[in-house]
């Protein structure tokens, strides 16, 4: 059975970091992509960072230039580095796995930034 755990959020300052992980157990067929998204109370879930099979990394607008997505093929984990958080950052965090069989998310993980 597949299970995507994340973990690393909480409570933080507006200017600090966290970083958020992602591990993955079971076996994924077919899947080449991972992202990062995240839903604020009352707003649509929006992905913010993907990482592809080879590597490649996009953002989206409100992120790029403070977020960075990685991965660790052997640990099966992906991490989402969020640096000079903003109170707007605020919001539940999902990794997710796209295939051709079906969606595979996590449980999600809060991420609270005071201003």
């Known amino acids: 059975q597949v299970q995507l755990m994340e973990s690393g959020g909480g409570l933080v300052q507006a200017g600090g970091s966290l970083r958020l992980s992602c591990t993955v157990s079971?076996?994924?067929?077919?899947?080449?992509?991972a992202n990062w998204f995240r839903q604020a109370p009352g707003e649509q879930r929006d992905v913010v960072a993907t990482?592809?099979?080879?590597?490649?990394?996009n953002y989206s607008d409100s992120v790029k230039g403070r977020f960075t997505i990685s991965r660790d093929k052997p640990r099966r984990t992906v991490y989402l580095q969020m640096n000079s958080l903003k109170p707007e950052d605020t919001a539940v965090y999902y990794c997710?796995?796209?295939?051709?069989?079906?969606?595979?998310w996590g449980q999600g993980t809060q991420v609270t930034v005071s201003p």
């Open positions: 990482i592809n099979a080879g590597g490649g990394t």
């Open positions: 997710n796995i796209p295939t051709p069989w079906g969606q595979f």
């Open positions: 079971g076996r994924i067929g077919g899947a080449n992509v």
